[in-house]
């Protein structure tokens, strides 16, 4: 399982590596969706394959985690926004602009670990807190793949 799940990841790593070729925050918006589109197939087979459940708990936990991605991607809409304005200035940036970006910054990052936990609570109610965390455990180390891309895309402030 977890060989499978490396592999699946590093495959999902792949995919983001054609986007990090370019700055992010150029990309046109029918590449991000492409992009968007084939992370979440990769994301949802890899749950599939490590997720072990009855059902009935697949029954209430497949549209959970569809509501949790429908979530995350109105957050990661914000952020794509924040990555495109920093890309416009970020070898020009300005004290004001900079400490704003970087207040902004820190706001995605709680909100989207507010998002986390109370999809973590919501999963753990309905089905259980085993498959709360075992999601979750998957979850953040996809998203640490997907993180790590995306940094590795938007240049640093000069």
């Known amino acids: 399982m977890k060989l499978c799940t490396n592999l699946l990841i590093g495959i999902l790593a792949f995919c983001l590596c054609a986007a990090a070729q370019d700055t992010l925050g150029t990309l046109p918006d029918s590449e991000i969706a492409l992009l968007r589109s084939d992370i979440q197939t990769k994301k949802t087979d890899i749950l599939q394959q490590n997720l072990t459940m009855s059902d009935e708990q697949a029954a209430k936990f497949w549209p959970l985690q569809r509501s949790y991605e429908n979530d995350l991607s109105k957050l990661e809409d914000q952020h794509l926004a924040l990555i495109r304005e920093y890309t416009k200035d970020w070898n020009n940036l300005k004290d004001e602009t900079a400490k704003d970006l970087g207040k ?41 793949v997907i993180d790590f891309q995306v940094a590795s895309s938007v240049p640093l402030i000069k």
């Open 104 to 144: 902004r910054l820190l706001e995605y990052q709680k909100k989207r670990v507010d998002l986390r936990s109370k999809y973590f609570d919501r999963i753990s109610k309905e089905i259980s807190p085993t498959i709360a965390a075992k999601f979750f455990q998957m979850e953040i180390q996809m998203e640490d």
